[in-house]
């Protein structure tokens, strides 16, 4: 099948819109080159191409010069509907495409749903490429749509219904029929009506029903032979056959047959004088392409030249502006540094001094542990000591029993107790006698229960010692950890080692308990954890926490072991 006959509807529709003959003297305006439009418009309905087209290449020059793309995609519009009245639908094809990419840059969205019908027509009834051509449809009825363009609406319909049924897919095609014959008869065309009941009878006859295809045939046939619409009524007479051949009625297919071939005689007839007028205008199709192309060459020249100088100007401009900001960035990044540097610095000392002080606090809390531990087993516990063997020395003599002596020397023994264990909390006897390690297993030990088991594992002999000042700094360090780990972890299981690694002494600390997000944690006031950090740090240690939700902590400690000197 073809669409001929609509796609003049279609070139039409759109572009009769203002546009008379008249000789340009001067650079017209928009409004004389569409008058001028107007005038070529109506030669190619005459049949009159060659004179069409030669004034459409004219407008082109004008619309080009005016850069209106308007304009131009309507030239173009009209160059291929030349083409495409005359049956060169290669050439329609080729300026149907120019006309669309002008017209996506506009907003004109009759425009591009005339171009995209067109285009349309030309893949689905000449190429052939139904799936293209019926894409090229629903863009058109997008555009339609948005134009309120209710005629066209319908026209455009009518196409994908015709589109499917050629390639028998009538329930893909018959919603679109059935949209052609609600609103028909309010926005129609009678152009179309031929049409419209040829392909409601080609869809009941593919359904079967009888009755309502020779109903929309009869009155196809009925209707073409009162108007213009030739080729319809000879397409209708050709499915018709077909459907009768198909019921088995041979006699009326035949007659139907030679109305068929009568009436496509005369059109060939027709198209063959139209053909025969247009033979010379045959010979300059080409030529008249390549003067379109080179006016479009020399407008891009020129348009080359012009963006370029303006390009090089606005990148010059931009430099300097460009250059002076930065300029202007790089100063207040400069100062900005700066003042991080020294803010840097600042912080830098502050927490130095903080980290100082903290060291310092711990260290001579140490000392006054030391000494005062020291003191109290050297010299209170030996007086308290002495003084109880004195008074045992007088008890003992005396031939009668004193109660008050014998008070005094049990309170004298419980304070003696008392400060010998005062001396061992500050400092532990067996960090004192034994060493680091036996203390560490024993803190351990003393620390482990039904509900926590503190585990202690060394691959370091016990006997082996350090400085005194190094190991009550590792000590307090151990248990510390220790502590939080009985105050925090909600912990069953714990565990202390102690490893050499060269001249490092290796600490880990383990526990499964709850665990916490390192990237939120905040270290409390007092000897926590910040004053390990502060402590490891003053010793040129490492101290590493590895910690998750639900799974544990393992914080790892690493200081250097000072020389026996």
């Given at each position: 099948?073809?669409?001929?006959?609509?796609?003049s509807?279609?070139?039409?529709?759109?572009?009769?819109?203002?546009?008379?003959?008249?000789?340009?003297?001067?650079t017209?305006?928009?409004?004389?080159?569409?008058?001028?439009?107007?005038?070529?418009?109506?030669?190619?309905?005459e049949?009159?191409?060659?004179?069409?087209?030669?004034?459409?290449?004219?407008?082109?020059?004008?619309?080009?010069?005016?850069?209106?793309?308007?304009?131009?995609?309507?030239?173009?519009?009209?160059?291929g509907?030349?083409?495409?009245?005359?049956?060169?639908?290669?050439?329609?094809?080729f300026?149907?495409?120019?006309?669309?990419?002008?017209?996506?840059?506009?907003k004109?969205?009759?425009l591009?749903?005339?171009?995209?019908?067109?285009?349309?027509?030309?893949?689905?009834?000449?190429?052939?490429?139904?799936?293209?051509?019926?894409?090229?449809?629903?863009?058109?009825?997008?555009?339609?749509?948005?134009?309120?363009?209710?005629?066209?609406?319908?026209?455009?319909?009518?196409?994908?219904?015709?589109?499917?049924?050629?390639?028998?897919?009538f329930?893909?095609?018959?919603?679109?029929?059935?949209?052609?014959?609600?609103?028909?008869?309010?926005?129609?065309?009678?152009?179309?009506?031929?049409?419209?009941?040829?392909?409601n009878?080609?869809?009941?006859?593919?359904?079967?029903?009888?009755?309502n295809a020779e109903?929309?045939?009869?009155?196809?046939?009925?209707?073409?032979?009162?108007?213009?619409?030739?080729?319809?009524?000879?397409?209708?007479?050709?499915?018709?056959?077909?459907?009768?051949?198909?019921?088995?009625?041979?006699?009326?297919?035949?007659?139907?047959?030679?109305?068929?071939k009568t009436i496509?005689?005369?059109?060939?007839?027709?198209?063959?004088?139209?053909?025969?007028?247009?033979e010379?205008?045959?010979?300059?199709?080409?030529?008249?392409?390549?003067?379109?192309?080179?006016?479009?060459?020399?407008?891009?020249?020129?348009?080359?030249?012009?963006?370029?100088?303006?390009?090089?100007?606005?990148?010059?401009?931009?430099?300097?502006?460009?250059?002076?900001?930065?300029?202007?960035?790089?100063?207040?990044?400069?100062?900005?540094?700066?003042?991080?540097?020294?803010?840097?610095?600042?912080?830098?000392?502050?927490n130095?001094?903080?980290?100082?002080?903290?060291?310092?606090?711990?260290?001579?809390?140490?000392?006054?542990?030391?000494?005062?531990a020291?003191?109290?087993?050297?010299?209170?516990?030996?007086?308290?000591?002495?003084?109880?063997?004195?008074?045992?020395?007088?008890n003992?003599?005396?031939?009668?029993?004193?109660?008050?002596?014998?008070?005094?020397?049990?309170i004298?023994?419980?304070?003696?107790?008392?400060?010998?264990?005062?001396?061992?909390?500050?400092?532990p006897?067996?960090?004192?006698?034994?060493?680091?390690?036996?203390?560490?297993?024993?803190?351990?030990e003393?620390?482990?229960?039904?509900?926590?088991?503190?585990?202690?594992?060394?691959?370091?002999?016990k006997?082996?010692?350090?400085?005194?000042?190094?190991?009550?700094?590792?000590?307090?360090?151990?248990?510390e950890?220790?502590?939080?780990?009985?105050?925090?972890?909600?912990?069953?299981?714990?565990?202390?080692?102690?490893?050499?690694?060269?001249?490092?002494?290796?600490?880990?600390?383990?526990d499964?308990?709850?665990?916490?997000?390192?990237?939120?944690?905040?270290?409390?006031?007092?000897?926590g954890?910040?004053?390990?950090?502060?402590?490891?740090?003053?010793?040129?240690?490492?101290?590493?926490?590895?910690?998750?939700?639900?799974?544990?902590?393992?914080?790892?400690?690493?200081?250097?072991?000072?020389?026996?000197?």
């Amino acid at each position: 099948m073809s669409l001929n006959r609509y796609r003049s509807i279609i070139l039409l529709f759109f572009l009769l819109h203002g546009m008379s003959v008249f000789s340009f003297k001067k650079t017209p305006s928009k409004e004389e080159i569409g008058l001028e439009l107007k005038s070529a418009i109506h030669l190619m309905r005459e049949g009159k191409y060659d004179q069409s087209l030669i004034k459409c290449r004219h407008i082109l020059r004008y619309a080009i010069f005016l850069n209106d793309y308007d304009l131009i995609a309507s030239t173009y519009n009209t160059i291929g509907g030349n083409f495409d009245l005359f049956s060169n639908p290669e050439k329609s094809f080729f300026y149907y495409n120019k006309g669309l990419m002008y017209a996506n840059k506009t907003k004109d969205s009759k425009l591009k749903n005339l171009l995209h019908n067109n285009l349309g027509n030309i893949y689905c009834f000449d190429k052939k490429e139904y799936k293209k051509g019926i894409n090229h449809y629903k863009k058109s009825l997008e555009y339609s749509a948005i134009a309120k363009d209710s005629s066209q609406l319908l026209l455009t319909n009518l196409n994908i219904a015709w589109a499917f049924f050629d390639i028998k897919e009538f329930d893909q095609g018959y919603p679109y029929l059935q949209f052609v014959n609600k609103y028909h008869e309010k926005h129609g065309s009678d152009m179309t009506i031929v049409a419209i009941n040829m392909l409601n009878a080609i869809y009941h006859a593919d359904k079967r029903e009888s009755s309502n295809a020779e109903y929309y045939f009869n009155k196809a046939i009925r209707l073409g032979k009162t108007s213009n619409e030739k080729f319809d009524l000879a397409l209708t007479h050709q499915e018709y056959a077909n459907y009768l051949k198909s019921i088995g009625n041979y006699k009326d297919a035949f007659e139907n047959l030679l109305l068929y071939k009568t009436i496509t005689d005369q059109i060939n007839n027709e198209e063959k004088l139209n053909n025969a007028r247009t033979e010379g205008l045959n010979l300059e199709i080409e030529e008249y392409k390549r003067e379109v192309q080179k006016i479009e060459a020399q407008y891009k020249t020129q348009q080359e030249v012009l963006a370029q100088e303006k390009t090089m100007t606005r990148r010059k401009f931009f430099a300097i502006i460009s250059i002076f900001l930065i300029s202007i960035v790089l100063f207040y990044l400069y100062i900005q540094n700066s003042r991080l540097i020294q803010k840097n610095r600042l912080n830098g000392l502050r927490n130095k001094l903080q980290q100082n002080i903290i060291n310092a606090t711990l260290t001579g809390q140490e000392m006054e542990r030391k000494k005062i531990a020291y003191f109290l087993h050297d010299n209170i516990s030996a007086l308290l000591s002495t003084a109880g063997i004195h008074l045992s020395i007088i008890n003992s003599k005396s031939d009668q029993k004193n109660e008050e002596l014998t008070k005094t020397i049990t309170i004298l023994n419980e304070v003696h107790e008392k400060v010998r264990d005062l001396s061992h909390e500050l400092i532990p006897a067996l960090l004192v006698r034994f060493g680091l390690f036996y203390a560490v297993e024993d803190v351990c030990e003393k620390n482990s229960n039904s509900k926590l088991q503190v585990e202690y594992e060394s691959s370091i002999e016990k006997e082996k010692r350090f400085a005194d000042e190094f190991e009550i700094k590792i000590f307090f360090i151990i248990s510390e950890l220790i502590n939080n780990i009985i105050k925090h972890s909600n912990a069953s299981i714990a565990k202390i080692s102690i490893d050499l690694n060269q001249d490092q002494l290796q600490i880990k600390a383990f526990d499964n308990g709850k665990g916490f997000d390192t990237k939120q944690f905040n270290t409390a006031e007092g000897f926590g954890i910040n004053q390990i950090k502060s402590r490891i740090n003053g010793m040129n240690g490492k101290f590493i926490i590895d910690s998750k939700l639900d799974m544990g902590t393992i914080i790892t400690i690493e200081v250097p072991i000072p020389s026996e000197n």
